[in-house]
């Protein structure tokens, strides 16, 4: 089974700051890879996919890289509304998921 | 505007059966496969299996197979997820999703693109 890591767990950053969020895949998926969002008390929403496709609605102060085994999801400006956790998914087209632990955001 | 709605809240025993739903609306239902996915409090996404509404075709996760039961009613666009006994290690919030994906000529894309509001399920004695 291929598993995900996510680093840091958890980082503390001021308002406009660049952050960095990574996540890595025991094994090499290509760009089979989805980042998600969840807001303390909400449900998680869809950032990107196939690792660097913004979705639909989501700011451009988003954005992610990387194939194969590392990939990275980087907020430009860091703003308040985007406390919260940071999922990476891997997936196929076989329909095999699986979620990353997940980095914790918050505002220094 | 693409919407998954799903019921509401349970509280229930220790070894008691219980199904919840998600429904979906504005769009397409029986073209999208639907996810069920499990957060434990205080915990991360856990990914627990997939239902096609056309033909009901279900996938689980290693993980939960033979735990739960992934269901659909196309007739009412409405995927499900049940238990036949509840354990109070059940205990979690359940988030249905829609699976979206396509391939073109640069590759294969994917994603959970709508996501439900989250039922809670709360199993104590």
């Known amino acids: 089974d291929i598993q995900m890591t996510q680093s840091p767990s958890s980082l503390s950053a001021s308002v406009g700051d660049r952050v960095t969020l990574t996540c890595r895949a025991s094994?090499?998926?290509?760009?089979?890879l989805a980042w998600y969002q969840q807001k303390p008390g909400k449900g998680p929403k869809l950032l990107i996919y196939?690792?660097?496709t913004l979705h639909s609605g989501v700011p451009s102060r988003f954005s992610g890289s990387g194939s194969g085994t590392d990939f990275a999801l980087t907020i430009s400006s860091l703003q308040p509304e985007d406390v919260g956790t940071y999922y990476c998914?891997?997936?196929?087209?076989?329909?095999?998921?699986?979620f990353g632990p997940g980095t914790r955001v918050d505002l220094k | 505007e693409v919407q998954l709605v799903q019921s509401g809240a349970e509280v229930k025993k220790p070894g008691e059966s219980l199904k919840i739903s998600c429904q979906g609306s504005?769009?397409?239902?029986?073209?999208?496969?639907i996810a069920w996915v499990r957060q434990m409090p205080g915990k991360g996404l856990e990914y627990m299996g997939i239902?096609?509404?056309?033909?009901?075709?279900?996938r689980y996760s290693p993980a939960f197979q033979g735990q739960v039961t992934i269901s659909v009613d196309k007739s009412i666009n409405t995927a499900y997820l049940q238990w036949s006994s509840l354990k109070a290690s059940d205990t979690a919030m359940y988030y249905c999703?829609?699976?979206?994906?396509?391939?073109?000529?640069?590759?294969?894309?994917?994603?959970?693109?709508?996501w439900g509001q989250g039922t809670l399920l709360i199993v104590s004695s």
């Open positions: 999703a829609r699976h979206r994906d396509y391939s073109d000529f640069t590759g294969y894309y994917a994603s959970f693109d709508s």
């Open positions: 239902i096609y509404p056309v033909d009901s075709d279900a």
């Open positions: 094994q090499d998926i290509g760009n089979f």
């Open positions: 196939a690792a660097s």
């Open positions: 504005g769009y397409s239902f029986t073209s999208y496969w």
């Open positions: 998914q891997k997936y196929n087209s076989a329909l095999q998921f699986t």
